[in-house]
């Protein structure tokens, strides 16, 4: 079933989580692990990260320096189509324009679309880790919308071979990610809500938000793109506080503010479990209160661990 269905159907606050594929070499137990606690709450669906690969150097004899790529999370694909077909649910798996050329995505959306899969959550990516700068394959895009544009032409039956004969068309319904605190490397919100707009316009069904501490941004954000006439439903992105260097890291790495409230609870902790109880209840929180205003769905980033999220849907839902 399209996401974008059940969203408009839906009456009452849906419940939705992201995972991470694991490791490499570690196993996918330890993926349904994570899931089986939280089925109880009937998720509407689940979304699965996509993972660019990252560059490494390796020190030999403590002064050659080896660069070495490595896949540290490989297997979106896979990993969806098992959890698809294993637990009989959407599955709503990110494909990023980082690392791929158009052939590749190309490939990647032949397979999904032949997997049943046909939700999408199509963004740029991260530049690899220990890397500034999101640097786009020579043949590959260097925006999300560029993706979504490929992704519609598909649904159009238009693949990049001009000459192929009897496409098919595909029936991709896709996602794109907003941000309540800007984009960090967007000059100012009001550009990019206009490319937000744009990514809209292109043929995306619904947007979800970068996590935020601070309900009144994500309504603040609503407005603001209600006003500049992106009309899609807007899926709020919950990350409960779940490692005591949350307080430093999230800030730092997803460009977002943490409330003071919030902060002076956290800095009172000492150990992680203590900020992680913090965390929850901040989350448990926030999530009543956007329920209560009618959101949608609540979509959570679970990174592999679910007994907070368990927590939080028993409070919630
Ligand atoms: C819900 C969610 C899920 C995510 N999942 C993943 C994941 O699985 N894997 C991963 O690697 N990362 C993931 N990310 C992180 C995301 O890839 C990064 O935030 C990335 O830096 C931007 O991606 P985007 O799709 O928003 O990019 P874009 O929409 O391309 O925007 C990136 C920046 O460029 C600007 N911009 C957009 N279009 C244009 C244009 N046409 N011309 C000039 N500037 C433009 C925007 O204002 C913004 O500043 C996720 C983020 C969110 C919110």
Not at 148 to 165: S, T
Not at 195 to 209: F, M, P, S
Not at 210 to 238: H, S, W
Request: aromatic share 8%; proline share 6%.
């Amino acid at each position: 079933m399209k996401v974008i269905d059940r969203i408009r159907e839906t009456k009452e606050t849906l419940f939705s989580f992201e995972l991470l594929p694991p490791l490499k070499g570690h196993s996918i137990e330890r993926l349904y692990a994570a899931i089986d606690p939280l089925m109880e709450f009937g998720p509407m669906n689940i979304n699965i990260t996509y993972h660019q690969d990252e560059v490494e150097y390796k020190s030999i004899k403590g002064k050659l320096v080896e660069k070495k790529v490595v896949r540290k999370r490989p297997g979106t694909v896979a990993i969806s189509a098992a959890i698809k077909y294993k637990y009989k649910i959407t599955v709503v798996p990110h494909l990023i324009c980082g690392g791929f050329t158009r052939q590749e995505t190309e490939d990647a959306l032949i397979d999904l679309h032949y997997l049943g899969m046909n939700n999408l959550l199509a963004l740029r990516g991260d530049p690899p880790r220990g890397e500034k700068r999101f640097i786009p394959e020579e043949e590959g895009h260097a925006h999300a919308i560029d993706l979504v544009k490929q992704i519609m032409n598909m649904n159009k039956g238009i693949y990049l071979a001009e000459d192929l004969a009897n496409s098919t068309p595909t029936d991709f319904s896709v996602a794109v990610a907003g941000y309540p605190e800007k984009h960090a490397e967007a000059p100012n919100m009001k550009s990019d809500l206009q490319y937000l707009k744009e990514k809209v316009d292109a043929g995306a069904d619904y947007i979800v938000t970068q996590m935020f501490f601070d309900n009144t941004k994500y309504f603040d954000f609503v407005k603001l793109c209600r006003a500049e006439g992106i009309e899609v439903p807007i899926i709020p992105g919950l990350k409960p506080i779940t490692f005591l260097n949350d307080l430093r890291l999230l800030p730092q790495t997803f460009n977002i503010d943490l409330p003071d409230e919030l902060v002076k609870e956290l800095q009172k902790c000492q150990d992680t479990p203590a900020a992680r109880q913090v965390g929850t209840e901040w989350a448990i929180m926030m999530s009543k209160e956007l329920k209560a205003a009618g959101v949608p769905v609540l979509h959570y980033y679970s990174l592999g661990i679910s007994d907070n999220i368990q927590t939080i849907a028993r409070a919630v839902f």
